[in-house]
C-alpha cells in the first residue's frame, strides 16, 4: 500500500472513531451535562452569596429572600444556618427561620442537618450532599411516582467576625 493511500485510510480511520465518540457522548451523556451545569451553577451561586456575605455581613440576608431575584428563582434558593444549626435564612418559609436544623432528617431518616453541619466544620469547609426533600411550595416529596425528589446541595463555610455561617444552594435530580 502506497503511502498516501495509507493516510487516507488512516485519516479516514481517525475521522470515523472522533464522529463515534462524539454521537456516544450527545447520545448517552445529556443527563451528565445538565447535571454538571446544574453543579456548576450551584457552586457559583454559592461562592458569590459567602463572598457577599463575607462583604456585606448579615445585611445581605434580606438579598437572598427576593423571590424571582438571582438567589431565589425556580428550585433555586441560596440558605444559611448559623454553625450551631440555626437556620437564619430559608427563602421558601421564612417562617421556619430561627429554627434549629441540626437534627433534621430527610424522609428516608438521612440525618442530614449533622451532616451539613460537620461538612461546613471539616477542614475542607464546604462539599456535597444529596438526600431526599420536598421542592418549594410542596410539603412533602412526590418525585416519580411514590419516590421523592432526591436534592444535591453544596455546602459552604462563610466568616463574619467570629461568627460562622453555612450557606448552600442545591438542585433536584
Same mark, same amino acid.
Given at each position: 500500500?502506497?503511502?498516501?493511500?495509507? =493516510?487516507?485510510? #488512516?485519516?479516514?480511520? $481517525?475521522? #470515523?472513531?472522533? #464522529?463515534?465518540?462524539?454521537?456516544?457522548?450527545?447520545?448517552?451523556?445529556?443527563? !451528565? %451535562?445538565?447535571?454538571?451545569s446544574?453543579?456548576?451553577?450551584?457552586?457559583? =451561586?454559592?461562592?458569590?452569596?459567602?463572598? =457577599?456575605?463575607?462583604?456585606?455581613?448579615?445585611?445581605?440576608?434580606?438579598?437572598?429572600?427576593?423571590?424571582?431575584s438571582?438567589?431565589?428563582?425556580?428550585?433555586?434558593?441560596?440558605?444559611?444556618?448559623?454553625?450551631?444549626? $440555626?437556620?437564619?435564612?430559608?427563602?421558601?418559609?421564612?417562617?421556619?427561620e430561627?429554627?434549629?436544623?441540626?437534627?433534621?432528617?430527610?424522609?428516608?431518616?438521612?440525618?442530614?442537618?449533622?451532616? $451539613?453541619?460537620?461538612? %461546613?466544620?471539616? !477542614?475542607k469547609?464546604?462539599?456535597?450532599?444529596?438526600?431526599?426533600?420536598?421542592?418549594?411550595? !410542596?410539603?412533602?416529596?412526590?418525585?416519580?411516582?411514590?419516590?421523592?425528589?432526591?436534592?444535591?446541595?453544596?455546602?459552604?463555610?462563610?466568616?463574619?467576625?467570629?461568627?460562622?455561617y $453555612?450557606?448552600?444552594?442545591?438542585?433536584? !435530580?
Amino acid at each position: 500500500m502506497d503511502r498516501r493511500r495509507f =493516510l487516507k485510510y #488512516a485519516g479516514a480511520g $481517525i475521522v #470515523a472513531v472522533a #464522529a463515534a465518540a462524539v454521537g456516544y457522548y450527545s447520545w448517552r451523556k445529556p443527563e !451528565e %451535562a445538565e447535571q454538571n451545569s446544574k453543579r456548576e451553577y450551584v457552586v457559583s =451561586l454559592v461562592n458569590e452569596a459567602v463572598n =457577599l456575605i463575607e462583604k456585606k455581613g448579615e445585611e445581605s440576608f434580606p438579598e437572598f429572600r427576593q423571590k424571582g431575584s438571582k438567589w431565589f428563582h425556580d428550585d433555586y434558593y441560596i440558605y444559611v444556618w448559623r454553625i450551631d444549626g $440555626i437556620r437564619v435564612v430559608y427563602p421558601p418559609d421564612p417562617s421556619g427561620e430561627g429554627t434549629d436544623q441540626s437534627n433534621v432528617q430527610d424522609y428516608k431518616g438521612k440525618p442530614i442537618g449533622r451532616m $451539613i453541619i460537620d461538612i %461546613a466544620k471539616s !477542614e475542607k469547609g464546604e462539599g456535597w450532599l444529596d438526600y431526599e426533600w420536598p421542592k418549594p411550595d !410542596e410539603t412533602k416529596p412526590s418525585g416519580f411516582g411514590d419516590q421523592p425528589h432526591r436534592k444535591y446541595v453544596f455546602i459552604k463555610r462563610a466568616k463574619i467576625g467570629d461568627q460562622i455561617y $453555612i450557606v448552600s444552594s442545591g438542585y433536584y !435530580e
